[in-house]
């Protein structure tokens, strides 16, 4: 009797029981009641008389003009899968697999992407071709004809999301490449097979199932596009659903519904390409190789046209993607009136976008001079920003780390539980908001949340005030956990059971067992998650968009605003020049921390080895050098 007792009051016991608790009350609190809110409010509208009418929604939708946004989203992304794979795979080729020259710096200029993306691509790019961008007024200049608005509206958005969405490419499809078996290439060229016919017949369907991936990822990415299409000018879904989110019944015919109507549309298309996906992934996906796999080695172009041609075709993408990064870096040293201008002023060098304030004067309407204090002012010495880049920090931090600790638990929980109901039950749960697109999501906590009468978050408006902070870091956790989850479960299959038996075998709990042996050899890949979540988070703009405050303005938002109010009365005067600053803080921020998770974090015990023993040649061929010089000089 005792015995049972104890055994039920063991500190692991009352973990498991706290942790089942825990995870019961996040699905059913913020994953599934918020959304079967939603999905009810399209029904529970009424009509100008007042009386229930559940259609009037859909009625609406089908008479007035809400299907052109639905058709808009799906052009988009049709057309997106297209233009993003067409770009992608050409330059995963030109840089893993066939020789072309300089191949590195084109690798580094095609995954630049991936240092900054979201709102801050979307300006860089409207920096350069955007009404008053440097290449437009240089088109202006040399051929006063031309519309300056051409960089708007689909075509924009299409163009800017291209070369956005391409990094996925440069992460998964160059790792499939680098993964083909040389042999198969070379045993094919050996029957007669030209090097084309090569990458047609033996390349490519080794790629098929990451291409498939890649194609749902791009189509989804595309449908629920928020940053190019709302400072782009286009009708999507989801700027519309923002809007509507935050309009009125004395605005328009129920807006909330309408959102609500939107979001589901969305939801239902997700819903169907993950089926689609997941059916094609159990079929399985089987290629013959060799017992002894060979590295892949880089084809040449034997047509000398079509090297020519594939040279400048790397090149020119190149020049796409770097003259963004480029001219941004450059303009975040200029002054005010040289970005204004879009002219370089290379005489006039200035840090005042990133530190320091000066004071403006103008001239009014009525001819009289004002000056603005400090209306001149660096990202770092500007409240607006510093309270921004602040409150993203904390909230993108907190968020990453929450959704790393509900993963290493739960996933610890499921390799357990691996033959049994509960553990499938749990995995799944965690991956229930793959399901939804992430606008439903924060949609669908704005109107569930924002009631004093929900029991179970202690009758608190998490909408009011400083409360929506922690809605946006909720909604941050429950959007990463399906991706920390498939990330942090690969790393568990690497530990050896023989580890666990031998620490039980010592009287080790299993509590203890998890600290002391599970986790310190999945915590690589937690920190890799971890920093892979801050990255996406710090940079966000569509959730917090959502819940826009003033208690939550996130970094993203802050930097959306520079681009409306610059020079309006005289404040904000250098909004463009501390944008652009903005975007290079971003860059260095995520360029860290992906060198942290893909370069050194991603060597293995030899590469780290052998950088060590090239560290130790180099002080000592330093400390040589040094030492000759103080003996000559004695």
């Keep these: 009797m005792n015995q049972t007792l104890d055994r039920k009051l063991r500190p692991e016991t009352l973990f498991r029981i706290i942790g089942v608790a825990f995870f019961a009350y996040l699905f059913f609190g913020f994953m599934l009641l918020p959304c079967l809110n939603t999905l009810t409010s399209i029904f529970n509208t009424k009509n100008a008389a007042g009386e229930r009418d559940p259609f009037a929604v859909i009625r609406f939708f089908l008479a007035g003009s809400m299907g052109k946004y639905v058709w808009n989203s799906l052009k988009l992304a049709i057309l997106l899968v297209i233009t993003v794979n067409v770009v992608g795979v050409s330059i995963v080729l030109l840089t893993e697999y066939f020789d072309i020259k300089g191949a590195k710096v084109l690798r580094l200029g095609y995954m630049t992407t991936m240092i900054y993306s979201g709102v801050a691509l979307v300006t860089g790019y409207m920096f350069l071709y955007a009404s008053d961008g440097i290449l437009t007024t240089a088109l202006k200049n040399a051929f006063p004809g031309i519309n300056p608005t051409w960089f708007s ?64 990822m791009t189509f989804i990415t595309g449908l629920c596009a928020m ?12 700027p519309e659903i923002v809007r509507l989110a935050g309009s009125s019944s004395a605005d328009e015919a129920f807006p909330q519904a309408r959102a609500a109507l939107l ?19 159990r079929k399985g996906h089987y290629l013959s190789v060799s017992k002894t796999k060979a590295k892949l080695q880089k084809q040449k172009i034997t047509n000398p046209a079509a090297n020519v041609l ?47 304030q000066q004071d403006y004067e103008y001239l009014t ?44 638990v739960a996933c610890n929980y499921i390799f357990k539980q691996r033959n049994k109901k509960s553990g499938v039950v749990l995995e799944y749960a965690l ?25 179970y978050v202690g009758n608190q408006n998490l909408y009011y005030a400083q409360n929506v902070r922690f809605l946006i870091v909720m909604a941050y956790t429950v959007t990463k956990l399906p991706f920390s989850l498939r990330m942090i479960k690969a790393s568990f299959y690497s530990i050896d059971e023989e580890l666990e038996d031998a620490a039980k075998n010592l009287g080790a709990g299993g509590l203890r067992t998890f600290l002391r042996v ?38 993203a938002m802050v930097i959306q605003a520079m681009c409306a109010e610059e020079g309006l009365y005289g404040y904000n005067v250098n909004a463009s020049g501390r944008r652009c600053a903005s975007t290079v803080f971003i860059m260095i921020v995520s360029g860290i921390i992906l060198y942290l998770v893909y370069g050194v974090g991603a060597r293995d015990l030899g590469e780290r080895l052998e950088a060590r023993d090239r560290r130790r040649k180099r002080r000592e061929k330093l400390a040589a050098l040094f030492g000759k010089g103080e003996k000559k000089t004695a």
């Design 153 to 216: 509206g689909f075509n924009a958005v299409l163009f800017t999301m291209t070369f956005a969405c391409t990094s996925n490419h440069m992460l998964f499809l160059r790792n499939a490449i680098r993964g083909i078996d040389y042999n198969t290439v070379e045993a094919a060229r050996n029957m007669g097979a030209k090097p084309f016919k090569v990458l047609w017949k033996v390349v490519f369907p080794t790629l098929i199932p990451t291409m498939f991936s890649l194609t749902v």
């Design 227 to 238: 940053s190019a299409p709302t400072l782009l000018g286009y009708d999507s879904i989801n």
């Design 263 to 281: 979001s589901i549309i969305l939801a239902m298309f997700t819903i169907i390409l993950l089926t689609v996906l997941s059916s094609y992934e």
């Design 310 to 356: 594939a040279h400048i075709y790397a090149y020119v993408l190149f020049i796409i993607y770097m003259t963004p990064v480029v001219m941004i870096i450059i303009f975040s040293f200029q002054t005010y009136s040289a970005i204004r201008l879009k002219k370089l002023d290379l005489k006039h060098w200035t840090l005042i976008n990133f530190f320091g």
């Design 365 to 408: 309407s009525r001819g009289k001079y004002k000056t603005r204090v400090g209306s001149i002012s660096g990202v770092f010495s500007n409240d607006a920003t510093l309270g921004g880049i602040r409150l993203s920090f904390i909230l993108s931090a907190l968020a990453a780390a929450l959704a790393c600790v509900i993963v290493v």
């Design 431 to 455: 991956l229930f908001p793959w399901l939804l697109p992430t606008i439903l999501i924060c949609y669908s906590y704005r109107t569930y949340f924002n009631s004093d009468s929900i029991w």
């Design 518 to 555: 599970k986790l310190p050899i999945i915590l690589p890949s937690v920190l890799a998650v971890f920093a892979l979540n801050f990255n996406a988070l710090f940079t966000e703009y569509d959730m917090s968009a959502t819940f826009a405050s003033t208690y939550g303005t996130s970094y």
